[in-house]
């Protein structure tokens, strides 16, 4: 379920990203780049939270 709310969350939080940077630049929105950018950070936060960041309790 973490990681389902991890791939909403990311694919959010680009898009908005996007939305309010190509609106304060005046140009123009593009989804398929927000969306592949919440793909890449959705994997990041999963890899992290899996793999790089350690529990102190479980060593």
Do not use: C, K
């Not at 791939?7 to 908005?16: K, P, T």
């Not at 630049?25 to 969306?35: D, I, K, L, N, P």
Request: no cysteine.
């Amino acid at each position: 379920m973490r990681y389902l709310w991890a791939i909403i969350w990311g694919f959010l939080l680009s898009n908005m990203i996007f939305y309010v940077l190509a609106s304060m630049q005046g140009g123009h929105y593009h989804f398929a780049s927000a969306s592949l950018f919440g793909i890449i950070l959705s994997a990041a936060a999963m890899f992290l939270g899996e793999s790089l960041i350690s529990d102190p309790a479980e060593q």
